[in-house]
């Protein structure tokens, strides 16, 4: 009986901690998934409706760019980055985005280019950030003074931060490739003539997204708009499927273990039967009999929760770190197991519910019978 009582609680132990984990998951995800949309124009952005956009209340963080190309002075791009070779007269463009907020460019956000140092352009003035091979080969640093130059336009910045990697050049050209892509402050690229062309939005979470997007719509109807929960939505789906499934699990256990505890706990009382009619003969009460055999169950309970506990946490801490590794986040696989007291409490209550209904179903069907006749079959 005990053996039976501890796998019920165990199973609705464990499965109540990985709901947990996979509830923190969820969370985490929602968090730094980077959930938002990009706003674009079929020509020249407006400012005035991107910073509109921005101030909508579920917007935590937005960047707005624009680009263009520009000839480096006294530096020269690197040439060996792409396939195609142009005469040096002609090839000696890098490209330019200039941003409000460089951490939000997808090259980032997607972890394609990673700061090796110094920090990202946006706040300050006349700032950019260039790439570890073009500053190699122009003996720039953090800290270094880059000229650039379109048309009649000029504009010096100061390199405040280095990157590495490498995105997919659409172009070919050397200008489109990673080690010649230049990121500026928005006013930088604007003096040199960069037109504003895409506004970035993020919400703090990934279920602010749809709201966001509504409320946008409103707000601008004649920007294109465009969101990436593609990227997060189905993470999302599959955690919600798992959820569903563990509810589908405990349903089923609960209705399976009420029922073999309904089965044991008849054999139960029918192996007590001479007890059971040596106490009516006495004079006990049903109802004493009755709180007898239920002190006795909740004893057993007792016992096998307090084992249940224990064996049920570290089974859902093992699932759970089987789960979180797999992930291949370090945000999310850095989580840990979620124990939560009142989860525990409230998966002991189910397992004792279940445990009382089949152990009081089992019994009653031969406790309802007349004294007369369960001493009958006691003899």
Not at 80 to 89: C, E, F, N, S, Y
Not at 159 to 171: H, K, L, M, P, Q
Not at 364 to 378: C, D, E, G, V
Request: proline residues 3%; hydrophobic residues 45%.
């Amino acid at each position: 009986m005990i053996l039976l009582m501890t796998v019920v609680f165990t199973a609705v132990v464990a499965q109540s901690g990985v709901r947990s984990t996979m509830r923190d998951v969820k969370d985490a995800i929602d968090a730094n998934a980077g959930a938002g949309f990009t706003a674009r124009s079929v020509s020249t952005l407006d400012g005035t409706q991107a910073e509109r956009l921005a101030t909508l209340p579920q917007i935590s963080r937005y960047s707005l760019e624009a680009e263009t190309l520009a000839k480096p002075k006294g530096a020269t791009p690197v040439m060996g980055a792409t396939k195609i070779q142009l005469d040096p007269r002609f090839g000696g463009d890098v490209g330019v985005t200039g941003s409000t907020d460089s951490e939000l460019h997808p090259a980032f956000q997607g972890k394609l280019y990673r700061i090796i140092k110094g920090h990202h352009v946006g706040s300050g003035k006349n700032e950019t950030l260039i790439h570890q091979r073009f500053a190699q080969q122009n003996a720039l640093d953090v800290g270094s003074t880059l000229t650039l130059t379109q048309g009649k336009a000029t504009v010096t910045v100061t390199v405040v931060g280095i990157f590495d990697g490498r995105t997919e050049n659409a172009s070919g050209l050397p200008s489109g490739a990673s080690e010649n892509h230049v990121l500026t402050d928005l006013a930088s690229a604007q003096q040199l003539g960069a037109p504003l062309t895409v506004g970035r939005y993020m919400t703090e979470r990934a279920d602010q997204l749809p709201a966001a997007l509504q409320a946008a719509e409103q707000a601008a109807p004649d920007l294109a708009l465009e969101d990436n929960s593609a990227q997060f939505g189905p993470v999302l789906q599959a955690i919600s499927g798992v959820d569903r499934l563990l509810t589908m699990l405990l349903v089923a256990l609960c209705v399976a273990g009420g029922c073999v505890l309904i089965l044991v706990s008849t054999f139960w009382i029918r192996g007590r039967i001479r007890e059971l009619g040596v106490l009516l003969a006495i004079g006990k009460s049903k109802a004493n009999i009755m709180a007898q055999f239920a002190l006795e169950s909740g004893i057993f309970a007792l016992t096998a929760a307090i084992i249940a506990t224990v064996v049920g946490q570290l089974l859902s801490s093992h699932f759970a770190r089987i789960v979180l590794s797999t992930t291949g986040d370090e945000t999310i696989a850095g989580l840990n197991p979620a124990y939560e007291v009142w989860n525990i409490a409230v998966s002991l209550g189910l397992g004792l519910l279940v445990i009382f209904a089949g152990v009081s179903l089992g019994i009653t069907p031969i406790i309802r019978q007349r004294p007369r006749r369960i001493l009958s079959q006691s003899s």
